[in-house]
């Protein structure tokens, strides 16, 4: 269509720009790295070509023999499996018990990735006593790989006797879902938010700790219940629960949180938490539905293991409403709350910028939740990549996924630690994490998945939260640029930034400190561009400011290497790859690297053939989410009694 005569709109081709973009990038780049140059295979990063072969004949799905355990296995890293030489795939369906040369059959649940996809993470189920996920084992990661076939980051299983089973049929890649043959809601019957059972025992409460081992399997379950304690109103935990809480051994509570009245009738699986696993055990998944007048009700069955039983979260009775409320029960409310019911954990060593020792958090035991300080100052677990050898360990560990706000409640968050010069090499057990009153933070940390030495780092400087807010700090990185609260968030602090970036001398930093000034930089644009709208001219000097800044930083990155080495980063703003060869690589050519939206293919191998001084070079490709704070319709000519819409 046409536009009218006083509007006109303008299509840049943005995808065209970027790749224009990201060539000169390279370019620049490739001249950068021909003076500079890490020891590893430029496939090390990728576990599709760095897998270790699993071929056991007996792992098959029709082996019915032996009691083969994978406890006994000291697994690393990651594993391709094959059948007598043909390729397989740890089976995406349940597998019947006593098959796979063990007991307990190990299959994962949420169907298998496309390449697409990357690495995703899957939960294990074991088979046993007649329901598919009776055991839950640790999660692994899974990755499709170019050729049709799958590599898996193994972890020792929980219990004996289990092993990964390995099967060479069809692939499932849509979600597995896991119903108990018990389980069955009539359609027509009455809405169960007003037609339940009352569930009013005082026990199930998740701050009970009491040595009555009840059992919920002991109970005729019929239909749907609603919980109370003391007549006030409460929900089944969201959370994992310590052992021996609700009056039993076993706690029971739904992963997946609870529903949105609009979400109808949903269900959600029931864990049982044993042996230091919030889901050891995987009960029969239960029937939830959120309800007007902000309450839940539950169609409850009967567990499968005893002694377990459903869990009522103290922490969710609503202690502004004008219910009386026992004196006994606030007190149990508040010492359920980890925000006031935690251990300090203040260990010096765990400072990020600590570089000595080798500490191993695997070797302490773990209970409950833990708020962190640094030589008595409240700290916080690193939110991004810190670098190796630091926080007084080899594996660094920190979470990913940022820091919650307080009205985000308790949140899970992965762990990471960085070996390899991969900032997630290591996926360790994910924690619970909550934001506090008083501007805190508690964990529910657990003994980290391997290897050892690696350690939780506490870090005093800036907290990643969902908002990506930063708060004051210093980082000692050679720029000695200070970030300011408010520069996110008014852009004034952007200009300094700039200048300090433009006269750095700094060849080489670490990749958390890149992120860090990128993140700040890159979220200020829109603001910091705002002050030059009114003149073009400023528009794009300002603009290419921003754009160089984001290459020298980038830049950084490269580092001295006589084979291969392999960077890459995600923000809100910005994805970034960053590969680079030494005189001595030893591949015909890079992969190709890839963003969300884009992929180049480049011949560095050859370029840095042709670089006679140190046969060495450097791409960085990078695809930018906020090129229209950059790319303004102010740039395009048109008559005056336009508007110009972009």
Not at 352 to 357: A, K, L
Request: net charge negative.
């Amino acid at each position: 269509m046409a536009p009218s005569n006083n509007k006109s709109f303008i299509r840049a081709p943005t995808t065209i720009l970027l790749m224009l973009y990201v060539l000169s990038l390279n370019l620049a780049l490739t001249t950068v790295a021909q003076e500079t140059a890490t020891t590893a295979d430029s496939y090390s990063a990728d576990p599709c070509y760095n897998y270790t072969v699993l071929d056991n004949p007996w792992r098959a799905t029709s082996n019915t023999y032996s009691s083969y355990c994978d406890t006994s296995v000291s697994w690393r890293g990651w594993y391709r499996l094959f059948i007598n030489g043909v390729s397989a795939h740890i089976p995406d369906r349940c597998v019947a018990y006593s098959h796979c040369g063990t007991d307990i059959t190990l299959w994962i649940r949420g169907g298998h990735p496309t390449v697409e996809d990357g690495v995703v993470t899957r939960d294990v189920c074991c088979h046993w006593n007649n329901y598919c996920c009776y055991f839950g084992s640790y999660p692994i990661k899974v990755k499709a790989c170019p050729g049709n076939y799958y590599v898996y980051e193994l972890v020792r299983p929980t219990v004996c006797n289990s092993a990964y089973c390995a099967d060479v049929s069809s692939i499932n890649t849509s979600s597995t879902a896991v119903t108990a043959a018990t389980i069955s809601t009539d359609p027509h019957s009455a809405d169960p938010c007003y037609n339940y059972t009352v569930l009013d025992n005082p026990w199930r409460a998740t701050n009970r700790q009491t040595n009555d081992h009840r059992c919920d399997t002991s109970f005729t379950w019929r239909g749907w219940y609603r919980l109370f304690l003391y007549g006030l109103n409460v929900k089944i935990s969201d959370a994992c629960v310590m052992k021996y809480r609700c009056g039993t051994d076993i706690p029971l509570w739904i992963r997946g949180g609870h529903p949105r009245i609009e979400d109808g009738v949903v269900t959600r699986d029931v864990c049982g938490h044993w042996d230091n696993y919030c889901c050891y055990y995987g009960s029969y998944p239960i029937k939830v539905k959120a309800c007007p007048g902000n309450y839940y009700v539950y169609e409850l069955v009967s567990p499968n293991v005893c002694n377990s039983a459903y869990c009522a979260d103290v922490s969710s009775i609503n202690t502004s409403s004008t219910a009386v409320i026992p004196a006994t029960l606030l007190t149990d409310y508040l010492s359920a709350d980890p925000c006031y019911n935690y251990t300090v954990l203040d260990d010096s060593w765990r400072a990020i910028t600590y570089t000595f020792s080798y500490y191993c958090d695997i070797n302490v035991i773990w209970r409950g939740w833990y708020r962190l300080f640094i030589n008595g100052v409240s700290a916080h677990i690193a939110d991004t990549c810190v670098a190796q050898y630091r926080c007084g360990t080899a594996v660094p560990l920190w979470i990913r996924g940022g820091h919650p706000t307080v009205e985000d409640g308790v949140v899970t968050r992965d762990v990471c630690g960085n070996a390899s010069s991969n900032c997630c090499y290591n996926g360790s057990y994910p924690i619970k994490v909550k934001a506090c009153p008083g501007n805190y933070y508690v964990y529910e940390l657990v003994s980290p998945a391997s290897p050892c030495h690696s350690a939780y780092c506490a870090d005093v400087s800036s907290i990643n939260t969902s908002s990506t807010a930063v708060t004051a700090a210093t980082i000692s990185t050679g720029l000695n640029i200070t970030l300011l609260e408010d520069c996110k968030a008014t852009g004034k602090c952007v200009e300094n930034l700039l200048g300090l970036i433009e006269n750095s001398t700094v060849q080489v930093l670490a990749l958390n400190d890149v992120t860090t000034f990128l993140d700040v930089v890159l979220n200020a644009t829109e603001k910091f561009l705002d002050s030059s709208s009114a003149d073009p001219k400023k528009l794009v000097s300002d603009g290419n400011r921003l754009l160089k800044a984001s290459e020298k930083l980038v830049s950084m990155v490269v580092k001295q290497t006589n084979t291969s080495e392999y960077v890459n980063f995600t923000l809100d703003t910005v994805e970034g790859q960053v590969f680079m060869v030494g005189p001595k690589v030893t591949l015909d050519k890079i992969p190709r690297l890839d963003t969300t939206d884009s992929s180049v293919d480049i011949d560095l191998i050859g370029i840095a053939k042709n670089n006679n001084e140190t046969k060495s070079a450097a791409v960085a490709f990078m695809s930018y989410n906020t090129m229209e704070n950059l790319l303004k319709p102010d740039f395009f000519n048109t008559s005056n009694d336009t508007i110009k819409t972009m």
